[in-house]
Nanobody, 117 residues
Framework: QVQLVESGGGLVQAGGSLRLSCPAS????????MGWYRQAPGKQRELVAS???????NYVDSVKGRFTISRDNGKNTVYLQMNSLKPEDTAVYYC???????????WGQGTQVTVSS
């Protein structure tokens, strides 16, 4: 059983920055992949960025060059640094983590990011 809680969302002007964080807690043996998803109202949830335990990253094309995903394995925490934010980035952002011993992917409750023009 693993719990994830996102924080760092809020309201920001276009061009601004936010840093999201998501620590994992509970019965953790080994978290392999971690990632950030987002879902805008009426839209499908999409993968924004992912990172392996070794640090290999992937990004959706729309955020490349603006967002940076990172992780602290000792703290079981994943971060998302979001720069040059655009109104189209507005969404609820969810973190997730795959725990290999439990064999499950866990999700946080989401944090709202709103970017005004």
């Amino acid at each position: 059983q693993v719990q994830l809680v996102e924080s760092g969302g809020g309201l920001v002007q276009a061009g601004g920055s936010l840093r999201l964080s998501c620590p994992a807690s509970g019965t953790i043996f080994s978290i392999t992949n971690m990632g950030w998803y987002r879902q805008a109202p009426g839209k499908q949830r999409e993968l924004v960025a992912s990172i392996t335990r070794a640090g290999t990253t992937n990004y959706v094309d729309s955020v490349k060059g603006r967002f940076t995903i990172s992780r602290d394995n000792g703290k079981n925490t994943v971060y998302l640094q979001m720069n040059s934010l655009k109104p189209e980035d507005t969404a609820v952002y969810y973190c997730n983590a795959y725990e290999s011993s439990w064999g499950r992917t866990y999700w946080g409750q989401g944090t709202q990011v709103t970017v005004s023009s």
